[in-house]
């Protein structure tokens, strides 16, 4: 059964950096799409960042720039990352990591996160920018 688990989420003062990480075990699939979403309260669940089998990545324009996704993988086992720089009080949100084991196309903007959208998600990690 496939499981994704983030870690690394905390509390951090704006233009400080974070790390996520999700670790995607069971996760064997030739063809696949990992990404972040991040939902505020009261906000719809976002699309951050997405990375392709092939290593392709893209992120959305509010964090272009400050935000890197990267992946490893090992046998079973994806382990995806998000180093997030030059944090905002905007960035603020429950940051979800989510996966599809075929060849797709991640919505921009769901209502909720980890209920559709992808066919796997994570419980989410919390982060805080504040001063």
């Known amino acids: 059964e496939v499981q994704l688990v983030e870690s690394g989420g905390g509390s951090v003062q704006p233009g400080g950096s974070l790390r996520l990480s999700c670790i995607a075990s069971?996760?064997?699939?030739?063809?696949?799409?990992m990404a972040w979403y991040r939902q505020a309260p009261g906000n719809n669940c976002d699309l951050v960042a997405t990375i392709s089998s092939d290593g392709t990545t893209d992120y959305s324009d509010s964090v272009k720039g400050r935000f890197t996704i990267s992946q490893d993988n090992a046998k079973n086992t994806v382990t995806m990352n998000l180093q997030m720089n030059d944090l905002k009080p905007e960035d603020t949100a429950k940051y979800y990591c989510a996966a599809a084991g075929r060849r797709w196309s991640a919505i921009q903007a769901l209502g909720a996160c980890g209920s559709y959208g992808m066919d796997y998600w994570g419980k989410g990690a919390a982060v805080t920018i504040s001063s």
């Open positions: 069971e996760f064997t699939f030739d063809e696949f799409l």
